[in-house]
Nanobody, 123 residues
Framework: VQLQASGGGLVQAGGSLRLSCAAS????????MAWCRQAAGKGREFVAA????????YYADSVKGRFTISTDNINNTVDLQMDSLKPEDTAVYYC?????????????????WGQGTLVTVSS
């Protein structure tokens, strides 16, 4: 499975960005997709996850109510709509694939992670 994330950039606090992750290869039909992030000098933080069917969403408390994860079965992507962005959301964002329909909120619970996309939120 190959994952390609896009959509990062520079935005002012309070603004919005939409990240997209394109999945290709043998993904199967029952799997989870997720986003995690890593700020400079900090550890990884699990941000959000969704079952490919569109159910079973999960959000970290730090993004709940501001971020929305969704799947696009036509384009085979998982998107992360990020609203009301804060400077503390600045990080490299990675998308991941888990070959299971059971949620995991651990980085190690995912089989593949793509290259990240940088999100910078200025104050």
């Amino acid at each position: 499975v190959q994952l390609q994330a896009s959509g990062g950039g520079l935005v002012q606090a309070g603004g919005s960005l939409r990240l997209s992750c394109a999945a290709s290869g043998r993904t199967g039909s029952n799997y989870y997709m997720a986003w995690c992030r890593q700020a400079a000098g900090k550890g990884r933080e699990f941000v959000a996850a969704i079952r490919w069917s569109g159910s079973g969403t999960y959000y970290a408390d730090s993004v709940k109510g501001r971020f929305t994860i969704s799947t696009d079965n036509i384009n085979n992507t998982v998107d992360l709509q990020m609203d009301s962005l804060k400077p503390e959301d600045t990080a490299v964002y990675y998308c991941g694939y888990r070959a299971s329909s059971v949620l995991s909120t651990y980085f190690s619970g995912y089989n593949y992670w793509g290259q990240g996309t940088l999100v910078t939120v200025s104050s």
